[in-house]
């Protein structure tokens, strides 16, 4: 059976070459091959958020952009949710840490393929894009508004007055701002649901692999190939960077430093574990507009472990030719710095109690090309 199997991924790995037959190039195995088709097709299917009425409402998508665009809403009428999340430049700010009325300890997240999260925020501090939505607004190191600004701004515009009666059935209601603050967060999500990463040379690959079409196979560059071989073999990516969308939406320590400066740490899903348990706005609360409170168990059964501490969302890597620089502190300039880093990582510096999957992988300096050529090939360029 083995030798069978060995034959059979010999015959791909002939079949994948590519016109320049080289017998040194290394090429997919059939088990790396197995786990490539695993992250595709793209895109994937989506059903419309149940704790959301607005979710998937051309109506509400059309007020949720407006507001997202808006700086109105804002505390000094200056800052929208664009000036951080740009579209134009992958819907974050290309900052090392973001830029609110100071600058922020994280990395600006890119918007992209949102809709697929299970968490939000580096730390997931919330456990839907609705509740994520209202966090900028409030907080006053971002937009610095009050729930009464921002409603107050919305009655005092004609058409944002009417567009929100519109979806929500009723005028925004200035005596229950958190109701009404709720439902902006709704439409700003079934916005932000909309923006999603179109396909990528690596999909048109993994469906060419899936089809046996070798001839569009043959059309993937030689680099990548070669930097999948590395992430689907040795590097062990996909143990965290799973499924579609390259994340398995879980939490997990790569080993960035959490240090923030003297005396300062960045808890990461341990501090967003403590929000989450504090917040009303989750799924298994009474915002939820899902009568079965799907995903309640989410919130219901997390806890803080010691483990959490400097743990951060393992984010997609879909689009990353877009997003630098990287990771939550935005610590790493470019895709090469991420490769290097995986490389020749202080496996010191992980969690003793963490997932022990990480190993430097001390790649000379053609496997660090073609890995990063294969994270480039993610992206819709
Ligand atoms: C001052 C910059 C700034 C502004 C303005 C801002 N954001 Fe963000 N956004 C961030 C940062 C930084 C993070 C990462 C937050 C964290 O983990 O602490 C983030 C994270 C998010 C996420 C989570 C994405 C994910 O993958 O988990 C969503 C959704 C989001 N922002 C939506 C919005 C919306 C909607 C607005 C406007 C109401 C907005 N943001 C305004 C900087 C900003
Ligand atoms: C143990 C889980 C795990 C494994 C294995 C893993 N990663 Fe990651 N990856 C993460 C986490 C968590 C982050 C965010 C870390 C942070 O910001 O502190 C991350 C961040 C990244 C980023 C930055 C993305 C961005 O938007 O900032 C890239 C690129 C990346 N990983 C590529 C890889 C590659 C290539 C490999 C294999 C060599 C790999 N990862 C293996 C968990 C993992």
Redesign the pocket.
Known sequence: MRVAGRLLALVVLTLLATGTANSAEPVLSQSQIDKLLLHGPWPVQWDRDPSNRVSGNPNAIALGRD??FSPK??GNGK???????HPGRGWT?RLP?????TK????????FN?RL?R????????DN?WA??????LDP???NASAGHVVKVVNGDPELAEAYENVFGAAPDTANLELTLVNL?KA??AF?ETIVSGRSPFDAFRDALAKGDEKAASAYPAAAKRGAALFFGRGNCTFCHTGPNFTNGEFQDAGVPYFLGPGRVDKGRYA?IGKLKASKLTLAGDYSDDPAKTGAWKVRGVRALHRNFGEF?V??LRNLTQTAPYM?NGSLATLEDVVRHYSEIDVERLHADGTRVLAPLHLNDREVKDLVAFLESLSTG
């Open positions: 507001l997202f809403l804002s800052m929208s949710c664009a000036t951080c999340h700010d840490q973001g830029l609110g009325t922020l300890d994280r990395n600006t997240q890119s918007l949102v999260n968490w939000f925020g580096w730390d997931g501090q919330n894009l994520q939505s209202i966090r900028p607004l190191k971002e937009m967060g700003m999500a932000q967003g969302k984010p997609s939550h």
